[in-house]
Structure formats: C-alpha cells, structure tokens
C-alpha cells in the first residue's frame, strides 16, 4: 500500500518544509498545492519537500479545492495536512501498518488546538475533536463536500486513532488576525460546513474571548514537544523555485468540476424513470419498496447518496379524483450515475389508505443540502397502482404522525438489506 501526503496551502515555506520533512520517510507521495495568490516565482521552499507541486485559484476558502486536489493523488491512502498542523510522531511511526490493514476505510485523528504556548493543548471541545484526515484513496467512498472547514464524508468501518495532529494556528496569528478571520469565515458565501457552526467558529479561534466552554490547557506529552518546536522554529525567507510556468496552474473553472456545490448547465437536468416491475397493486397503508429505472441522460455526473450536487428521486401520491395525498418523500440514489447511464433504485413506498386506482408521481429532483432549498424539479412520471382496503395488511392502520420518522428509518433498513442481499441483486425481478 502507498501513501500520499496532500498538503493545501499557503502558509509560510520554511514551516510546511518543516512540517513535510517528518512525514519524508513514510510518504510514497507528497502532493502540494499552493494558494496562486503567492507569488509564483518564490516556491522554492514548497519544491523542496514536494513531489508534486500545483497552484489552485482561490476564490472563498481552500477547501473549496480539496475535492479536486485529492483527485490529483495517486497513492492508495492520502493523509490530508495543513501547513499550520504537525502530525504526532507516534502516528508517523505507525502509518506503514494502518495502511496495510485490509479492513478500514478511514482513520479518525484528534486534533488538539496548542494554547496558549508551544507546551499545552486545549483537551475539550470545541478545540479538541477527531476527523478522518487519514482516508482509503477509492472513489467509491472518498467524497468532500468543499465546505469551509469540512471534512471527508465519514465512511465504515472507521478506526479512532488516540494519536493525531496539534493545530498551530492560536500560537502563529496574532489575535487581530484571528478576529479578521472569524469575520470572513463567518460571511463565506459559498458554504460552511454546519457541525463547525454548531460548535462555534468564533470559540475556535478566539479562546481568550470565551467564556462558555472553561478554557483549561493541559501539557502536551514531552514525546511530541520536539517535533512541535521544530516546525515553531523553521523561518526564513521564500526562495526562488521552478519557473512559474513548470508549476501546474489549476483555474478556479478547472477545479469547479470537482467542487460539489457548483451551478449546473441547463443540459444537467435532463433524465428519465421508468417503472421496473409489473404493475403493483397494494394494500391500504402497506410499506414496500417498488424499483424504477432510472436514467442520466444530462451532461453531469450525479453522485448519489448524500452528496452533491444532491440528484434525489421523490414521489408523492394522487387519490383517484386527483387530489394530492401527503407530501413529495425523497429517496437518494443508491450510488453515483454517470451521463448516458441508467441503474435500478428501489423506492420506499407507503401506500394511501383509501381503495381505489392512485396515481403514484416521481420526478428527479435537485436541492441544496445546507439549506434544504429546492434548485430545479425535472424529468416526471407517473405510475398508477390499485390499492386494496377491502383486505387489510396488518401494516394498514393509520400512522400516528410521531410514528412516521421510525417507519421511514425501517423502510430504509428493508433497502438496505436488499442492497447487501447477493440472492436478490442476482435473482429474477
């Protein structure tokens, strides 16, 4: 197994060198992408360490390139650092052997914001938490969402690490430059990531300030003291590097493809469904799932799950006279379909209560995850099903309204088991 080391930066030279050069011995690949507002002729320090070296256009936060700059790593794990963090050197030690382990997906690393000097770390939330930083390299599972401050999406099996990283930034900026910051994290306009507001960005990088959490450092282990003091004490100035026109340049309409929550073309909304199975009949109330068809013939990929740009398939139920029974229910596509691709999705139904011949509608439908707002509603159909109150389902009575989010959860446990099912993914339909 091969490690990449991702680093996206623009902290000082000297101090990302420094921060690299420990990791040197167990890195297959060290992946640098540099903020293009530097100037490109005095790279020479990131060069040093790199073995691949690229600038990216900024427009409102790094992590808007992550998703594209982790694209561009060829090793079978990534382990993603900053340039003002410095990875224990017990995990360094065991980073050879997590990476072979042929069972985890990701690895969970605390990181302890140092405060108020090199010698003591804040031990409670919201400065001391665990993100998986050190990620199977599979594009199957390796998703970020580009929000300020977000993270790889969590994917299981996972392993919580007890040695991770210390975070340098409340001891190399000033508390002026701090404040500037929480003013223009707060007012980012493409997105920050929800669980980082939860817990409070001003908190995280003002702690002197806060008054809810008890501020209370306690001593960093001695065994990490020198590796911290190292990176701490690496100055000097920029020096010349490759010329600027060897550096990869990646546009901001480049790194957009990869970016989640990009504007999509008018030719992105175009799909069909179509109904899978015979013509199903249900009981009054009756939980099931029924297969559609699905097919992308847009121009973009829609990656399905959770994640964005986030392609749903919803449907709602018409009673025989046409009146609209309950409201639209979306279910996720089970994995990513490209253009000009179509997949089989399983819909978690529940039938209306009332007899008679319903028509069920389905549409694709694309929404915002951070706000939930609806973006664009496209590609419809409809299918009519008979439902039967005069032989009741056990399942047909009606829904107490606080019921309604556990019977939604066992219907997406029944899919789910479907999914994991070899008999049924290889049987008849």
């Known amino acids: 197994m091969t490690l990449s080391v991702c680093c996206l930066t623009s902290d000082p030279g000297a101090r990302v060198a420094a921060i690299l050069r420990q990791l040197r011995p167990v890195a297959d690949e060290i992946v640098v992408a540099v903020d293009s507002r530097l100037d490109p002729q005095r790279l020479g320090r990131y060069a040093e360490l790199a073995d691949r070296l690229m600038r990216f256009e900024f427009v409102d936060s790094v992590e808007q390139s992550a998703p594209f700059i982790t694209s561009q790593c060829s090793g079978d794990w990534i382990l993603r650092i900053d340039g003002d963090e410095v990875v224990n050197p017990g995990l360094i030690e065991q980073l050879p052997e997590l990476i072979a ?3 985890v997906f990701q690895y969970w690393l605390p990181c ?3 405060f108020p000097d090199a010698d003591h770390y804040l031990a409670q939330p919201p400065w001391h938490f665990s993100s ?15 929000l300020s401050h977000g993270r790889f999406e969590p994917v299981f099996p996972s392993v919580h ?3 991770g990283y210390y975070h340098l930034a409340l001891l190399v900026q000033d508390l002026a430059y701090r404040e500037a910051k929480v003013e223009r994290y707060l007012s980012i306009a493409s997105g920050h990531s929800r669980s980082v507001l939860e817990v409070d960005v001003t908190a995280l990088y003002l702690p002197e300030q806060d008054r809810r959490f008890g501020v209370a450092p306690v001593p960093v282990p001695h065994r990490d003291r020198a590796a911290i003091a190292e990176v701490l004490g690496a100055t000097g100035e920029e020096l010349p590097g490759p010329p600027a026109d060897e550096i990869p340049l990646w546009s901001w309409s480049q790194v957009e493809r990869a970016w989640p929550r990009r504007t999509l073309s008018e030719e992105a909304y175009r799909g069909e469904i179509e109904a899978f199975e015979r013509e199903a009949g249900l009981y009054g109330g009756q939980e ?6 699905v097919g992308n013939t847009g121009t973009e990929h829609w990656p399905g799950l959770d994640r964005e740009p986030w392609i749903r398939l919803s449907h709602r139920w018409l009673a025989p006279d046409g009146t609209v029974v309950g409201d639209w229910v979306r279910d996720n596509l089970p994995a990513g379909l490209a253009p000009g691709a179509s997949a089989l999705v399983p819909v978690a139904i529940e039938a209306p209560l009332g007899p008679g011949r319903h028509s069920l509608e389905l549409t694709l439908v694309h929404e915002d995850r951070l706000s939930g707002r609806l973006i664009r509603r496209f590609a419809t159909a409809s299918l009519s099903i008979d439902v039967d109150a005069a032989e009741q389902s056990p399942w047909a009575r009606p829904v107490h309204p606080g019921r309604e989010s556990r019977r939604r959860r066992r219907l997406s446990l029944l899919i789910e088991r479907l999914f994991r099912s070899r008999s049924w993914l290889g049987g008849e339909q």
Do not use: S
């Open 101 to 103: 382990a042929p069972d």
């Open 112 to 114: 302890r914001w140092l």
């Open 132 to 146: 998986p930083r050190l990620v199977r390299n599979d594009p199957a599972t390796l998703w970020h969402a580009g």
């Open 161 to 163: 690490l007890d040695e």
């Open 288 to 293: 099931r799932p029924i297969t559609f068809r």
